[in-house]
Antibody, heavy 118, light 110 residues
Framework: EVQLVESGGGLVQPGGSLRLSCAASGFTFSNYWMHWVRQAPGKGLVWVSR????????TYADSVKGRFTISRDNAKNTMYLQMNSLRAEDTAVYYCARAESSGWYKIWGQGTLVTVSS | QSVLTQPPSVSAAPGQKVTISCSGS????????VSWYRQLPGTAPKLLIY???KRPSGIPDRFSGSKSGTSATLGITGLQTGDEADYYCGTWDNSLSAVVFGGGTKLTVL
């Protein structure tokens, strides 16, 4: 079964750090660009970041540039999102998603909740 | 404020048809494929339409997509109560170098 499973969410204080993981199974992970998308409580979908197949190219939304770092380990079939200097407005469910050829997402993870609060 | 503009809500009766619009610009919808997603409360989004008008396997032909210029439209016919959900459009934006989504449209089946 093709699957993405996020982990690593939780409660963190403003200014703190958290690392999210996205474990892939059921497909050749190294063949796909991977993305992070987040959704604040009661709000819409917001794209966060993407990484190419070998990890050499990364792109970020302006709102997280300089604070978040996306990476991947193809040997472990896992993508990561290192989140530093967290702010209250980063509170959201974070989804990882597999990008298809022209940029759409067929496979999504179940999401992991990140809450930034003192 | 989202880069792509969707109506906040739409409604129709069971069995009827509804359309959801998604308006953008030349840097996003005007030059890239559009995809559509449905999201039920507490669950991950699910792909409904990709590359403007294609349906993944398992998505019934009650769902359709179209694109004209800088706008796209999702159509749903034969509405069912189970279609009540939030619907999002998405595409790549060449100027922002980012994926952009609409703000979402809540569909109510009266």
């Amino acid at each position: 079964e093709v699957q993405l499973v996020e982990s690593g969410g939780g409660l963190v204080q403003p200014g703190g750090s958290l690392r999210l993981s996205c474990a892939a199974s059921g497909f050749t992970f190294s063949n796909y660009w991977m993305h992070w998308v987040r959704q604040a409580p009661g709000k819409g979908l917001v794209w966060v970041s993407r990484i190419n197949t070998d990890g050499s190219t990364t792109t970020y939304a302006d709102s997280v540039k300089g604070r978040f770092t996306i990476s991947r380990d193809n040997a472990k079939n896992t993508m990561y999102l290192q989140m530093n200097s967290l702010r209250a407005e980063d509170t959201a469910v974070y989804y990882c998603a597999r990008a298809e050829s022209s940029g759409w997402y067929k496979i999504w993870g179940q999401g992991t909740l990140v809450t930034v609060s003192s | 404020q989202s880069v792509l503009t969707q109506p906040p809500s739409v409604s129709a009766a069971p069995g009827q048809k509804v359309t959801i619009s998604c308006s953008g610009s030349s840097s996003n919808i005007g030059s890239n494929y559009v995809s559509w997603y449905r999201q039920l409360p507490g669950t991950a989004p699910k792909l409904l339409i990709y590359e403007n008008n294609k349906r993944p396997s398992g998505i019934p032909d009650r769902f359709s997509g179209s694109k004209s210029g800088t706008s796209a439209t999702l159509g749903i016919t034969g509405l069912q109560t189970g279609d009540e959900a939030d619907y999002y459009c998405g595409t790549w934006d060449n100027s922002l170098s980012a994926v952009v989504f609409g703000g979402g449209t809540k569909l109510t089946v009266l």
